[in-house]
């Protein structure tokens, strides 16, 4: 069965860095695009980057865009979501998903001094 398992999240200040990691397993990864969303208490979760199966496409939400970057390497079933110049608004539980339908459990970011 698919199965996507996050890691990476902590508890950082301001201006820090993280990168997030995703390790897929149950389908072939390499045939289809991911997903990294957020959420925040008391908000929807919302999308925050995708890429496209190869790694060539990637997609960003407004807000984060010049301080994410999601890659990945299909060689080790893996997405990742490198995060720089973390802000508050940026504290959310990040999931990763594949195909619309597929989730893993989350991993809390928490960007505080």
């Known amino acids: 069965q698919v199965q996507l398992v996050e890691s990476g999240g902590d508890l950082v200040q301001p201006g820090g860095s993280l990168r997030l990691s995703c390790a897929a397993s149950g389908f072939t990864f390499s045939n289809y695009a991911m997903s990294w969303y957020r959420q925040a208490p008391g908000k929807e979760r919302e999308l925050v980057a995708d890429i496209s199966s190869a790694g060539i496409f990637t997609n960003y939400k407004d807000s984060v865009k010049g301080r994410f970057i999601i890659f990945r390497d299909n060689r080790k079933n893996t997405v990742y979501l490198q995060m720089n110049s973390l802000k508050p608004e940026d504290t959310a539980v990040y999931y990763c998903?594949?195909?619309?339908?597929?989730w893993g459990q989350g991993t809390q970011v928490t960007v505080s001094s």
């Open positions: 998903s594949t195909q619309a339908s597929f």
